[in-house]
């Protein structure tokens, strides 16, 4: 497609409950980031995928965090037993070669853990 | 570790004055420097980059950011504000001597400009 698309935009969760958020990057783009963005703050580095391999994922915050990429195209975040400080807005990015290009980010999913 | 300060929450100006947003930042190679705005409930919006080359580098609705080396820092620049520039704008930095790909953010600066 012509950009970075996220679903869903808007997911409320009950504490404990899992959730998955979903990225479908430009196609060609085989960098592909997620990050978080707390309110009122800059986004935060989660993790990084090129094609299908995980590269970095030193920004997750806990094992209850897993991000995928299996064919190296959509990604999907997954939150196990969500927590109120989960509460954040998740926001994809892809790039093309190392990032020269540029990052075109998605709309973002905003999570409200209740 | 790379870094990136902006070290002003909030601009004010008037419409029609130029306008700056400061933009420090920490790397331990060469600096691929970003701006992007981002307006309520959407997403980040790429405005322009300095990757190499000249030191002013000219973006998207009329911004312009300056980078220096020697101050290492790449403050974004609008010569006459427009009050629809009124936003949240973040910079970032990637450290091009790395093989690693990923953006760290400052925390971001709120524009505001009134009538």
């Known amino acids: 497609g012509a950009g970075v698309s996220q679903s869903p935009r808007y997911k409320v969760a009950k504490r404990g409950q899992d959730v998955a958020l979903r990225c479908d990057p430009i196609?060609?783009?085989?960098?592909l980031f997620w990050y978080q963005q707390a309110l009122g703050q800059g986004p935060e580095f989660l993790t990084y995928?090129?094609?299908?391999?995980?590269?970095?994922k030193s920004g997750l915050p806990s094992d209850r965090f897993f991000a995928e990429r299996p064919e190296g195209s959509v990604s999907t975040l997954k939150i196990q037993r969500t927590q109120q400080e989960d509460s954040a807005v998740y926001l994809c990015?892809?790039?093309?070669?190392?990032?020269?290009?540029?990052?075109?980010f998605g709309s973002g999913t905003r999570l409200t853990v209740v | 570790a790379q870094s990136v300060a902006q070290p002003e929450d909030q601009v004010n100006v008037a419409e029609g004055n130029p306008l700056t947003v400061k933009c420090t930042y920490s790397?331990?190679?060469?600096?691929?420097l970003f701006w992007y705005v981002q307006y309520p409930n959407r997403g980040l919006q790429f405005l322009l980059k300095?990757?190499?080359?000249?030191?002013l580098v000219k973006g998207s609705y009329g911004f312009e950011a300056e980078f220096n080396k020697s101050q290492t820092s790449f403050h974004l620049k609008k010569p006459s504000a427009l009050v629809s520039d009124s936003a949240l704008y973040f910079c970032?930095?990637?450290?091009?001597?790395?093989?690693?790909?990923?953006?760290?953010f400052g925390t971001g600066t709120r524009l505001a400009v009134r009538p």
């Open positions: 990015a892809s790039s093309s070669r190392q990032g020269y290009y540029g990052y075109t």
């Open positions: 300095y990757i190499t080359g000249d030191n």
């Open positions: 970032a930095v990637r450290d091009g001597k790395s093989s690693g790909d990923k953006l760290t």
């Open positions: 790397v331990s190679g060469n600096p691929y």
């Open positions: 196609s060609g783009h085989v960098s």
């Open positions: 995928f090129q094609n299908e391999a995980q590269l970095d």
